[in-house]
C-alpha cells in the first residue's frame, strides 16, 4: 500500500476512535471523570494499529517510548491547563498549555535520544 | 467546595451532542494522528510516538465545552479529569513499549488500554472519591 494511503487510514482511523472516546466523555458525569476521556489514547491507538499492520512490532515498541514521553508532557499539558483554563479562558488557555506541552516534550525527546 | 457528584453513565446525554461538534473532534483527532504519521516517516517512529500524545484534540474538546456550556468552569474541570487520563496514558505507553515484541502486539496494546483505564479510575476514585468521603 503506499505511503498516502496509509497516512489517510491513519487519519480515519484516528478521527474515528477521538469520537469514539468523544462519544462516551459525553454520556458520563460528572464533568471531572469525563474529562478522563479527553485523554484517552485513542490517537494512540489508531496510529499505532497501522504502524503494527504496515511495518511491525518493533516499531510500536519505538513509538510507545515515544508516547511515554508526550504523555508526561500530556500531564504537564492537563496540569498546567486548570488554571490557564480559569484564567485566560479555554482557547487562549489550551494555546498556552500546548507551548508547555512542547517545551516537555523536547527536553523529554532529547533525554532519550 | 460543592460535593463532587457519584460517576454515572447517561446515554440520554447523547442528544446533545452536536454533528459540528463531532466533526471537529473527528477533524482534530485526524490531523493529530496524520501529523505523528508524517513525523514518524520523517524523523523516526520515537519522535512521531511523542506525538501520539500531543492535546490537541483537547484543546478543542475545552474549547466546545466553553462556547456549549458559556463558563470557564466546566473546562476547567474537564482539565482537571484529563489529568488522570493523561496519567493512564503514561501507563499505555509503558504497557506497549514492555510487551509489544514480547508477546503479539495487538494482546499488548490491549492490555495497555485496560492499564490505562485502570490508572485513570482508580486515580479518580482515590482523589475525588476520598474528598466525597470526607
Not at chain 1, 484517552?40 to 511491525?56: D, K
Not at chain 2, 501507563?91 to 490491549?110: E, H, K, N, S
Request: aromatic residues 8%.
Amino acid at each position: 500500500m503506499s505511503q498516502v494511503w496509509t497516512i489517510a487510514l491513519r487519519g480515519l482511523s484516528g478521527g474515528l476512535l477521538v469520537m469514539a472516546f468523544a462519544l462516551i466523555g459525553e454520556m458520563v458525569s460528572p464533568k471531572r471523570f469525563a474529562g478522563v476521556f479527553a485523554a484517552g489514547p485513542a490517537v494512540a491507538l489508531a496510529g499505532m494499529t497501522v504502524t503494527l499492520l504496515f511495518m511491525g512490532g518493533r516499531q510500536v515498541a519505538d513509538s510507545a517510548l515515544g508516547m511515554i514521553v508526550g504523555s508526561v508532557a500530556l500531564v504537564a499539558y492537563c496540569a498546567s491547563a486548570v488554571p490557564l483554563v480559569r484564567r485566560l479562558g479555554a482557547l487562549a488557555g489550551s494555546a498556552a498549555a500546548i507551548a508547555v506541552w512542547a517545551a516537555v516534550a523536547t527536553a523529554g525527546r532529547l533525554l532519550i535520544a | 467546595m460543592s460535593a463532587p457528584r457519584r460517576m454515572r453513565i447517561q446515554p440520554s446525554k447523547l442528544r446533545r451532542v452536536t454533528l459540528p461538534g463531532m466533526a471537529l473532534r473527528f477533524a482534530f483527532g485526524a490531523a493529530v494522528s496524520v501529523a505523528a504519521g508524517l513525523v514518524g516517516n520523517r524523523w523516526g517512529p520515537v519522535t512521531g510516538g511523542v506525538f501520539l500524545a500531543f492535546p490537541a484534540v483537547l484543546a478543542a474538546t475545552l474549547t466546545l465545552i466553553q462556547d456549549e456550556e458559556h463558563s470557564r468552569i466546566p473546562a476547567s474541570n474537564d482539565a482537571r479529569g484529563a489529568v488522570l487520563g493523561a496519567v493512564g496514558m503514561i501507563a499505555f505507553a509503558l504497557c506497549v513499549w514492555a510487551l509489544a515484541t514480547r508477546i503479539p502486539t495487538f494482546v499488548a496494546m490491549g492490555i495497555a488500554l485496560v492499564a490505562w483505564a485502570i490508572v485513570a479510575a482508580v486515580l479518580y476514585l482515590l482523589i475525588w472519591g476520598v474528598r466525597r468521603s470526607r
